[in-house]
Structures are given as C-alpha cells and as structure tokens.
C-alpha cells in the first residue's frame, strides 16, 4: 500500500479537505461549516426559489465546483461515461433522504468531522450513528440487496447533471434576475465567489481521482481494516482541520454554545444512521454523489436533483433542526425514511436473487 501511488492521491485527498473546509471558513463561510453539502444544497434551493427562508438563500459556488472538476478530471483521464439505468426513481427518493438525515442532524457526513475538529462534542451521537448506519448498510450489502449496477446509456443521459452546474457556476457571476440573496444568517456568511470555487473544482478533482468519501471510508474499514486506503485519508482530513482550527483559533472543545448545533443526541443518531444506511446502498456519501455526477453517472445524477428538491422541502416542510433542537416534521421525516430504506431493501434483495 506504501509503494502505491494512489494512497498518497488518497492522503492529499483527505488533507486537502481538512484544511480547505477550515479556510473557507476562516474565510467567510458558516462557523464550522466550511464544506457542508446539505446546507450548501439548502442555500441553492432558496437561491432558486425553491423555499423562502431568507437567511438560507446562496447559490454556492462551491457545488459547481465540486461537480465540475470531477467532469473535467474525468474527461482528461478518459474515466467519463454516461451511465446509468439503475432504479432512477428510487435513487431520487434516495437522495431525498439523505438530505432529511443530514437535515436534522445539522450536516452532512463532511461539516460532521469539521464540526467535530473545531472541539464540537455534540458531533459524538452523530459519529455513531454514522458508523451504525455505514454497518447496517453492509449488512444488507451481504444479505443480497442490490440496486442494480450501472451500464453504458446513450442519449447524453450522463452530461445533464453536469451542464446544469456549469449554468449554476455561470450564474454565480452573472446572476440573473430571478436568483436570491440572503442579507442575513447563513446564506449571507460566504467565502468570496472565486476562492471558493476554486476550492471546489481542486477537491472536485482530487476526489475523482481518489476516491474519497467519508461513508466509503467507514465501509472500506469495516471490509478491510487498516489495508484500506480510504481510511489514512479520513485520518489526515482530521488531522488538517484539527491543525487548521487551532491555527484559526477556532478550536472550542465541549457540548454547549456550539455553532449550528443541537443537543438532541438521539436525533442526531437517527439522523447520521439514516444517512450511513442510505449512503452504502446507492454508493456513496452526498458529496461522492456530486462527484459520480460529474464523471457522467446518471444514477448518482438522480441522487443529486433527489437532494436539490430535499434541499427545498426541509425548509419549506420545517423539516430541518435547528439550535433549539429537532422539530416533529424532522423526526416524522427521519422515521419515515428508516421505512424507506427497510422497504427498498426487502424489494431490492428480491429483485437481487
């Protein structure tokens, strides 16, 4: 593994998001929330109009960036190809899901580590969860659930997702009328545009290369132990964050007063579990869906627009967590998920044998 030039792509992976997803911060972005793709999925939605919650609308660069240096990374190595064909509906609901765990637990799996090495301990219940969710999931894996695997499509199918993120980075800088603005909350607090797509685009990059995703990491562990590549790279990425909050000063270790935080530890369990879950059985963590997206997978692509709508909704429905604690639509919505995932997975194992 040491002699293997793909663990160190692996490592720089990982060290880059650690310290990028602290830059950005330090830079603009949400307190502890330099990378989040639930929240950045939140802010497109209001930026679109798909939900009125004026403080959590921003069309984030970094989006673009993340799908489209995948495309461009896997155009250069000739890794782009359109696929796709897979349950696409239940890929979409899917993605909804993922969004409503991410929802109530206040971030995705990546804002959990940065959360967790800026000295958030409410991230612990969380981090279980994960690790739960990523566990059940192979589990299924191993009892025969299986959504189908991807083949070759014609029709383009794979550069939709791809092109309506190079015409969302086109409006980052040429905004048109219709678009929305926070003056206020988390939509107003950004990085400026360029840096963060810059950053976007890098880590784009390096993840299709890499790839690098916080659930595979978990799920490579649990297969392989310590042979597993994936893992090293999660290390270095708390590593980096750790390093770069106490650089930053932004390094506070306890439960209370934490940012974008709550203290309903069960919830945040139920939350992260859904998300594990989900995550091992359509492929990958939400930022890894972005990037399949970008390499011209049309199933992940589903994943994608399932967590744009979500994006929507969990404002809209009041789904989403918030400092005070969970709401009963977000707990409704956790549970309702759970009886997504159980139900797909019976269908799925019996389509599977």
Request: charged content about 10%.
């Amino acid at each position: 593994m040491w002699k293997d030039r793909h663990f160190y792509l692996v490592l720089l992976t990982g060290l880059s998001f650690g310290l990028l997803g602290v830059a950005l911060a330090a830079l603009g972005n949400p307190e502890n929330s330099g990378i989040c793709i639930s929240c950045f999925l939140e802010n497109t939605a209001g930026s679109l109009g798909l939900h009125d919650n004026e403080r959590m609308q921003y069309l984030r660069p970094e989006l673009a960036g993340f799908v489209l240096g995948a495309m461009v990374s896997a155009l250069a190595f000739r890794e782009f190809c359109s696929r796709g064909g897979s349950v696409p509906m239940t890929r979409f609901f899917a993605g909804f899901f993922l969004i409503v765990g991410c929802a109530v637990f206040i971030g995705c799996p990546v804002k959990l580590f940065l959360r967790m090495t800026a000295g958030d301990l409410t991230t612990l219940a969380g981090l279980a969860g994960l690790v739960g969710g990523v566990w059940v999931g192979l589990r299924s894996l191993a009892k025969g659930v299986q959504p189908g695997v991807a083949q070759s499509v014609g029709g383009g199918s794979g550069w939709w997702v791809p092109l309506f993120f190079v015409l969302l980075m086109v409006w980052v800088f040429v905004p048109p009328g219709f678009l929305r603005q926070a003056q206020s909350g988390g939509g107003a607090e950004h990085a400026p545009a360029w840096i963060s797509l810059g950053a976007g685009l890098l880590l784009g990059a390096l993840a299709q290369r890499s790839r690098f995703c916080i659930t595979g990491s978990l799920r490579d562990t649990f297969l392989m132990g310590h042979r597993s590549p994936l893992i090293y790279g999660l290390a270095l990425f708390v590593l980096g964050a750790v390093a770069g909050n106490l650089i930053f000063g932004r390094f506070d270790l306890g439960f209370h007063g934490q940012p974008g935080a709550h203290l309903d530890f069960w919830w945040s369990f139920f939350g992260m579990a859904l998300v594990g879950w989900v995550s091992v059985i359509f492929g990958g963590c939400p930022f890894r869906q972005l990037v399949k997206a970008g390499e011209g997978d049309a199933d992940a692509g589903m994943v994608v627009l399932g967590m744009l709508v979500a994006g929507g909704l969990v404002q809209t429905w009041g789904i989403t967590a918030t400092a005070a604690g969970v709401p009963l639509p977000g707990k409704m919505a956790v549970l309702a998920g759970f009886a997504f995932i159980l139900m797909i997975s019976l269908v799925l194992r019996e389509r599977a044998v």
